[in-house]
T-cell receptor
Framework: TQLLEQSPQFLSIQEGENLTVYCNSSSVFSSLQWYRQEPGEGPVLLVTVVTGGEVKKLKRLTFQFGDARKDSSLHITAAQPGDTGLYLCAGAGGGSNYKLTFGKGTLLTVNP | KAGVTQTPRYLIKTRGQQVTLSCSPISGHRSVSWYQQTPGQGLQFLFEYFSETQRNKGNFPGRFSGRQFSNSRSEMNVSTLELGDSALYLC????????????FGQGTRLTVV
């Protein structure tokens, strides 16, 4: 069974601070996706990382895929209240396994 | 193009009843996956359908079932509802290729009383 552990589970910071969220597994994934979910809504895809060591930037968000494709991190620079939400990582397995395995998420609150 | 549409958005049912949820994927997407989301367990995979065939299944009891139609629309059914089935049910649409991106609907909030 492939499992993804996300840390921290909860994070409350002040506007302007930086933060990093981690997503770790003992399994190798063919790709890893990050989503943000707001209350009462479905998750919205932020980025997909595919290659080990890959780094992708989306404005103030930086995503990194570990060299061994078992872990990933999300770094937010100068957080804003609009960044508040549940951040989920999801790994896609290889072979014929088309399903996504989700971590339990990091609930981020950015206070003004 | 239109996103993933789930209906209804909210449902209240009584224990023992059954419920059917619907999901219309993004046009051209042949894969529909269903997930149950609860505060304690997070997002848990129920099953995935691709071209009308169930291709993957999670670890849920047989009370949870689904199907997919020729137009890729999918339905999920839960029979003999239990209080613990209260959750946000999400469907995700994708091309169905390994590592492909999944796009989620807004979900159906099911409350069992």
């Amino acid at each position: 069974t492939q499992l993804l552990e996300q840390s921290p589970q909860f994070l409350s910071i002040q506007e302007g601070e930086n933060l990093t969220v981690y997503c770790n597994s003992s399994s190798v994934f063919s790709s890893l996706q990050w989503y943000r979910q707001e209350p009462g809504e479905g998750p919205v895809l932020l980025v997909t990382v595919v290659t080990g060591g890959e780094v992708k930037k989306l404005k103030r968000l930086t995503f990194q895929f570990g060299d061994a494709r078992k872990d990933s991190s999300l770094h937010i620079t100068a957080a804003q209240p609009g960044d508040t939400g549940l951040y989920l990582c999801a790994g896609a397995g290889g072979g014929s396994n088309y399903k996504l395995t989700f971590g339990k998420g990091t609930l981020l609150t950015v206070n003004p | 193009k239109a996103g993933v549409t789930q209906t209804p958005r909210y449902l209240i049912k009584t224990r023992g009843q059954q419920v059917t949820l619907s999901c219309s994927p993004i046009s051209g997407h042949r894969s529909v996956s269903w997930y149950q989301q609860t505060p304690g367990q997070g997002l848990q995979f129920l099953f995935e359908y691709f071209s009308e065939t169930q291709r993957n299944k999670g670890n849920f009891p047989g009370r949870f079932s689904g199907r997919q139609f020729s137009n890729s629309r999918s339905e999920m059914n839960v029979s003999t509802l239990e209080l613990g089935d209260s959750a946000l049910y999400l469907c995700a649409s994708s091309l169905g290729v390994v590592g492909t991106e999944a796009f989620f609907g807004q979900g159906t909030r099911l409350t069992v009383v």
